[in-house]
């Protein structure tokens, strides 16, 4: 099974959300630390259908869940 490559910038285009590298991090400045005890899908800044793709993409173990982990770190530094 071949799977997608995904980035950063993908990801946050997937969640609605802009997708330059200075939105990116104003974004991740805005909502970090996530404290260690909430799950990145639970987190309150999320829509209802953002979580629910967060969520998704772990649980399946989907092309995006690389990307999905790459962001829980940044938002927990």
């Known amino acids: 099974m071949e799977t997608e490559f995904h980035t950063l910038g993908n990801l946050f285009e997937q969640l609605g959300i802009a997708d330059n590298e ?3 991090d104003a ?3 805005k909502h970090k630390p996530l ?3 909430i799950q990145l ?3 309150s800044f999320w829509s209802a259908g953002q ?4 969520h998704e993409a772990i649980a399946a173990d989907a092309d995006w869940a690389e990307v ?7 938002l927990r530094d």
């Open 27 to 29: 974004f991740i400045d």
């Open 22 to 24: 200075q939105a990116i």
């Open 51 to 54: 979580k629910s793709f967060l």
């Open 41 to 43: 899908h639970q987190a």
């Open 35 to 37: 404290p260690n005890n």
């Open 68 to 74: 999905v982990d790459q962001l829980d770190a940044m």
